[in-house]
């Protein structure tokens, strides 16, 4: 949408996205955690991947061009798409 639509750059876009994201899911985790017991596992697993991903993701971005970091998004979106369809329907 930010992309498409408020002709922003991919980078803008993503880091907004991440802003975006690490609020909701902050929200989300205290909200779990005043309220139930949290799933450490979860959240021991997820370190790991966020801090890698931190690391990569902006040597990524500054190789691919934008055209093509467009169309990887567009089909990890389609992938993650079609795996919740599927979940849904058969799981």
Not at 38 to 53: Q, T
Request: glycine share 10%.
């Amino acid at each position: 949408q930010l992309v498409v639509r408020c002709h922003l750059p991919p980078r803008i876009a993503v880091a907004t996205s991440i802003f975006v994201l690490a609020v909701s899911v902050a929200a989300g985790a205290l909200t779990h955690a005043l309220q139930a017991q949290p799933a450490w596992a979860v959240v021991s697993l997820s370190i790991p991947g966020v801090v890698v991903g931190a690391q990569i993701g902006p040597r990524i971005g500054r190789r691919l061009p934008a055209r093509g970091m467009e169309r990887v998004l567009a089909g990890l979106f389609a992938v993650v798409g079609l795996v919740v369809i599927a979940v849904q329907l058969y799981g």
